[in-house]
């Protein structure tokens, strides 16, 4: 079982940019696709961007599109979200999640998740 921590939220105002981190530990991790979701108030949790374990295929939701973009760094057993032109509806809790299977990530579904770091976007 491989566990997540997230790190890197925080205040910024619209337009500006923040770089969210998941490390990761656990056996194997080099083996799983990663991915990001967020929760907003009153929201569910919507999948923002995934990576495969290789580092390649990067997909993302529309709404993030040429904003965001994950990486990872296999030696460092850590994936990155960097966020740029944020936007106040960018606002929520995000969440690091691993899976074996990339498709079931873009799903929704995770075998692991971390605990969430808070962005908030002012305007």
């Known amino acids: 079982q491989v566990q997540l921590e997230e790190s890197g939220g925080g205040m910024v105002q619209a337009g500006g940019s923040l770089r969210l981190s998941c490390a990761a530990s656990g056996r194997g991790v080099w083996v799983y696709s990663m991915a990001w979701f967020r929760q907003a108030p009153g929201k569910e949790r919507e999948f923002v961007a995934v990576?495969?374990?290789?580092?390649?295929?990067?997909f993302y939701t529309d709404s993030v599109k040429d904003r965001f973009t994950i990486s990872r760094e296999n030696a460092k057993n850590t994936v990155y979200l960097q966020m740029n032109s944020l936007k106040p509806e960018d606002t929520a809790v995000y969440y690091c999640?691993?899976?074996?299977?990339?498709?079931?990530?873009?799903?929704?579904?995770?075998?692991?998740w971390g605990q969430g770091t808070q962005v908030t976007v002012s305007s």
């Open positions: 990576i495969d374990r290789n580092g390649d295929n990067p």
């Open positions: 999640a691993a899976d074996l299977f990339v498709n079931r990530l873009r799903g929704g579904t995770a075998g692991a």
